[in-house]
């Protein structure tokens, strides 16, 4: 089983920027992709980017150019950095473990971002 801890939400204004991290912990194996989620409210859950084990990057249409997803293999850590940030990034955001062979996926718990004036 793997536990998957979201950190580093908040209140910023639009415009700026915020970094969320990730940690998984249990039995982590190197075949994994790691992803960010989000939900505002009455809105369905999104995928907002992914990284492989192998470093591959993927990103939602609405965050290419804004938000960079990364990850420090020393650490175990996964980071969503997010800059010129909108109000329409408002949501609770999740981080994801999934073991490619199974495909067994761990969330978090999630992290509150709101970008507001």
């Known amino acids: 089983q793997v536990q998957v801890v979201e950190s580093g939400g908040g209140l910023v204004q639009p415009g700026g920027s915020l970094r969320l991290s990730c940690a998984p912990s249990?039995?982590?194996?190197?075949?994994?992709?790691m992803g960010w989620y989000r939900q505002a409210p009455g809105n369905q859950r999104e995928l907002v980017a992914t990284?492989?084990?192998?470093?591959?990057?993927n990103y939602a249409d609405s965050v290419k150019g804004r938000f960079t997803i990364s990850s420090d293999n020393a650490k175990n850590t996964v980071y969503l950095q997010m800059n010129s940030l909108r109000p329409e990034d408002t949501a609770v955001y999740y981080c994801t473990y999934r073991y490619l062979p199974t495909m067994s996926t761990s969330w978090g718990q999630g992290t509150q971002v709101t970008v507001s004036s």
């Open positions: 990284i492989t084990s192998a470093g591959t990057r």
């Open positions: 249990g039995n982590i194996f190197k075949v994994s992709i």
